[in-house]
């Protein structure tokens, strides 16, 4: 079983161009099914992202391909419905 703290602790890359979104700063949790709907990325690095949602990347999770011991790869792209 993985635990919430061990999610946020890894690096998230996008497997289409190897980029690092970031590491995740909340996850979406559908309380009902007992269920993780996605995660949330910052958009971009710096002091005042922590200020505005629009500063955010929702990814939900089914673009997550794998999670390895350090990172999670992501298929970014697809999630965005870009081909």
């Known amino acids: 079983m993985i635990k919430a703290a061990d999610l946020r602790d890894k690096e998230v890359i996008d497997i289409n161009t190897g980029e690092k979104l970031g590491n995740i700063i909340d996850i979406d949790v559908n309380l009902e099914e007992g269920?993780?709907?996605?995660?949330?990325?910052?958009?971009?690095?710096?002091?005042?992202?922590?200020?505005?949602?629009?500063?955010?990347?929702?990814?939900?999770?089914?673009?997550?391909?794998?999670?390895?011991?350090?990172?999670?790869?992501?298929?970014?792209?697809?999630?965005?419905?870009?081909v």
């Not at 011991?69 to 870009?82: C, M, P, T, Y």
């Open 35 to 82: 269920k993780i709907e996605g995660i949330i990325l910052p958009k971009e690095t710096g002091f005042f992202r922590f200020f505005s949602k629009e500063a955010e990347i929702y990814l939900p999770w089914a673009a997550i391909k794998k999670i390895g011991s350090d990172v999670i790869l992501v298929d970014f792209r697809s999630a965005n419905g870009s």
